[in-house]
């Protein structure tokens, strides 16, 4: 495996490794990887001739320094788990590297993609997003960009940015990956103490329910009783609970507007929990 640090090696890099065109599929992550990120770079493994994928933990994207003091780091686990995924390059860069001495992000407005839901919860947050992600694409040029459901508004954020800013590359969104318990892998669930993750595992449950209830009630009805089944739930705090149209993600209506979505965030042991599942 290829590992480089600083945007300048990747132009000559690439030139090395290419004797004619080739495909570029890229994965972007923030480390800690588990077996959602391996789905994404296996599927980019699949569909390129080349797999890079970066490992950076972005400081302008988090709203509390003790999250990001707390986010799990651990570049050689990081690097065996992507090898055995496909991943042959990756671009694992300094802060500075990647903003010399400014560290700060640009301002975004793409409207309720930005504003709602976690833009709403988390001011600043699709700021840092959009920076790093709108570095990263136009550092790696891939043909082929990999990203997952599971941050399903960070997904639809990240499709407008290529079409509002005419990027080169195809953004891919791939299935949203569960343990065999049916808890949303992410990064922080390392986190989770046995109890908490019992509470967790209540998330999915709702949100399985809500699904099997839509022909009983609408949206609007649907997130509220959603939301009142989490609160129930001892030692598990609910954030919000959305019915969503997942091609703009303004809150649904009524059943006519197709496809749906269900977002909702949810703490257990002090950790945040994002999941959703698609009506």
């Known amino acids: 495996m290829i ?30 990887l588990h077996a959602g990120h391996q789905s994404l770079i296996s599927r980019a493994s699949k569909e390129n001739d080349l797999v890079v994928t970066s490992v950076y933990v972005n400081p302008t994207q988090f709203n509390v320094a003790s999250d990001l003091d707390k986010y799990p780091r651990d570049l050689g686990k990081d690097l065996e788990i992507a090898a055995a995924a496909g991943c042959e ?22 409207g309720i993609l930005t504003s709602s839901l976690e833009g709403a919860k988390r001011p600043g947050h699709f700021n840092g997003v ?32 290529a079409i509002r800013e005419s990027l080169p590359v195809n953004i891919i969104g791939c299935e949203l990956i ?16 046995p109890e908490g993750r019992i509470k967790a595992l209540e998330i999915i449950r709702v949100l399985k329910e809500m ?12 997130a509220e ?14 954030e919000y609970m959305e019915v969503v149209n997942s091609s703009n993600l303004e809150s649904l209506r009524d059943w006519s507007e197709v496809p749906s979505r269900i977002l909702t965030v949810a703490w257990a042991d002090g950790v945040r929990l994002l999941d959703n599942i698609a009506i």
Not at 95 to 108: C, R
Not at 178 to 187: E, Q
Not at 211 to 222: D, N, S, T, V
């Open 3 to 32: 590992v480089f640090t600083h945007p300048d090696e990747w132009s000559a890099l690439r030139s090395s490794l290419f004797s004619s065109r080739q495909s570029v599929g890229y994965v972007a992550t923030m480390g800690a």
């Open 89 to 110: 390059v990756v671009f694992a860069p300094t802060t500075e590297a990647m903003y010399g001495e400014n560290v700060t992000s640009e301002n975004t407005d793409y």
């Open 130 to 161: 959009v920076t790093i992600v709108r570095k990263l694409l136009k550092i790696i040029g891939p043909d082929n960009a990999y990203f997952g459901e599971k941050d399903f508004q960070q997904l639809a954020i990240i499709r407008e940015l």
């Open 178 to 193: 569960r343990n065999s318990d049916g808890l949303a892998m992410s990064s922080r669930n390392v986190r989770l103490t």
């Open 211 to 222: 699904e099997g209830l839509k022909k009983e009630m609408g949206p609007q009805a649907l």
């Open 225 to 238: 009783w959603g939301f009142y089944e989490l609160e129930r739930v001892r030692g598990l705090t609910p």
